[in-house]
């Protein structure tokens, strides 16, 4: 027997029924303000029926939709995008442990859940969880200030369409075909006499067609020439199938003048990718966003480059989500249109949105004296005086149809005569009498727009939008890392700016 030396220690085996050690639960390493809390109790809280019914009865599904949901938008909450990074997280992390109760869906679950289960149904859970923010006092809905950014598109930045290039296609068969038929009617006058087609200048593939067997038919037994012959047997082989496609792609472009072939619905854009906003063309879509408190209180996609038009639909859009129009709205001049302020007067709504030249006008020193809205005008005489002080008459009136389909009247005026006047090679650049153009529908909007703005009330407004909008674009694209869509297509791509916006809120709500 080994004795124990004196100071040695003495160890004893494990008892294991002595003492039972159970093992830790996930809730000790979650803090009591952890945001998976928060993202727990807020989608916890919400009606999700109409989720519920996009899977269909008769059996049940492996994953719960309340929980896809939670570990989606707590995805897009840490910035995480992709359905393989989430897939790893559910394995590995505690807080997507936690929130997914131990399940593991795969990548393709999540991604079909993503792309397929929450088309059409998550705008009313991002409403339901405006609301809540709402009752909480975190946001006012009554005031909203609106701004847009572009994103790019998921799709190939170097195959595109260009509708100036299918006009121009289309008049290059509409030029040849006319010149193969002079062609040849000049050496088969009898065959195509009282036969020539008189709707094929539109160019349309069936009346195309008809015309090139015509003339076809019409040549079979004439000496015709090498370089005629060529053509001709290229149009029977290409120009009718390009004319139907060329008819496929303008109806995808829908009046857009250009579109993704890998993603149809973005559409090529300027991008501002650096703060010298030397951006390049690329696919996608512009993101308009109305905010109150930094809190996204409405999100809409549009195909438009320009702001001008997404405000009426993004308004429309705000009225059908919430049963009512904000009583108060702030943009910038990107969205300060006549019809903009016509359909803002119409709908009661007070709002301060500048116009195009309204920093320029509020600039002293900058601004230019000739330039027709610092002439002035009599309105009971109806006429401009130039800086010289001589009358402008009013010669004619003009229509012209905007972007957005509305038809504006345009009153010409004309100087009596410019001749020896000391100023005329500043004043402008015609050979003769200057002649400009005034909208007084706008001008007189633009006025009213004016006096809101530098109100008291309109520059608070002013000088509170920069930290409106702005900064959760900042969050969302710089901050956050999300400049470019995961998915292609329009409905995808409002599911997934809709979690970016639950994300954003959350966030917000959460801090």
Not at 123 to 148: H, M, N, R, T
Not at 181 to 196: H, M, P
């Amino acid at each position: 027997m080994k004795h124990k030396k004196k100071g040695q220690a003495v160890f004893k085996p494990y008892a294991t029924n002595q003492l039972m050690i159970l093992p830790p639960s996930l809730e000790d390493f979650l803090s009591s303000n952890h945001p998976v809390r928060t993202v727990n109790e807020v989608i916890n809280s919400i009606d999700i029926n109409p989720l519920l019914k996009k899977f269909p009865g008769g059996g049940t599904s492996s994953y719960h939709p309340r929980l896809l949901l939670k570990v989606l938008v707590f995805a897009y909450l840490n910035n995480v995008y992709s359905s393989r990074k989430i897939e790893t997280l559910v394995k590995e992390s505690i807080p997507y442990m936690w929130l997914a109760g131990m399940t593991q869906p795969d990548h393709n679950t999540i991604n079909r859940f993503r792309s397929d289960r929450l088309r059409g149904v998550l705008k009313p859970v991002f409403k339901q969880i405006v609301l809540l923010l709402a009752e909480s006092g975190l946001l006012d809905l009554k005031e909203i200030y609106v701004d847009g950014t572009k994103i790019e598109a998921n799709s190939n930045r170097y195959t595109f369409v260009w509708g100036n290039s299918l006009k121009t296609n289309k008049e290059r068969i509409k030029k040849q075909l006319d010149e193969l038929w002079e062609y040849a009617q000049s050496i088969a006058k009898q065959e195509l006499e009282d036969t020539r087609p008189t709707e094929y200048s539109q160019v349309n593939p069936e009346k195309v067609k008809q015309t090139i067997e015509q003339i076809d038919k019409a040549l079979q037994d004439k000496p015709v020439k090498k370089k005629v012959r060529q053509k001709l047997n290229y149009a029977k082989k290409a120009w009718v199938a390009n004319l139907e496609k060329y008819q496929r792609q303008e109806a995808i472009l829908k009046g857009r003048k250009s579109f993704s072939k890998t993603d149809p619905d973005a559409t090529f854009m300027r991008m501002k990718e650096d703060h010298m906003r030397n951006g390049q063309l690329k696919p996608g879509y512009n993101l308009q966003l109305s905010t109150n408190n930094q809190i996204i209180t409405n999100y809409t996609i549009h195909p438009n480059p320009t702001d001008t038009l997404t405000l009426i639909p993004h308004l429309e859009d705000y009225k059908q989500l919430y049963g009512h129009m904000p009583q108060v709205v702030t943009a910038d001049a990107g969205y300060g249109s006549q019809q903009n302020y016509e359909y803002l007067e119409q709908q009661s709504v007070e709002h301060y949105v500048k116009y195009n030249t309204f920093d320029q006008q509020a600039k002293k020193g900058k601004q230019n004296p000739f330039d027709i809205h610092n002439l002035f005008y009599n309105s009971q005489l109806d006429c401009y005086y130039c800086l010289m002080g001589q009358p402008m008459q009013k010669v004619g009136q003009r229509k012209r149809l905007t972007q957005g389909g509305i038809v504006q009247t345009l009153d010409v005026y004309e100087a009596i005569n410019c001749n020896g006047c000391p100023v005329r090679g500043l004043c402008h650049k015609a050979k003769g009498n200057r002649r400009i153009e005034a909208n007084h529908r706008l001008n007189k909007l633009k006025e009213k727009a004016r006096e809101r703005l530098l109100s008291e009330k309109g520059m608070m407004h002013r000088k509170k939008r920069p930290t409106e909008v702005e900064p959760v674009f900042g969050n969302i694209k710089s901050n956050y890392g999300f400049k470019r869509f995961y998915l292609r297509g329009n409905q995808k791509v409002e599911i997934e700016i809709g979690l970016i916006a639950i994300a954003q809120n959350l966030r917000k709500m959460a801090s």
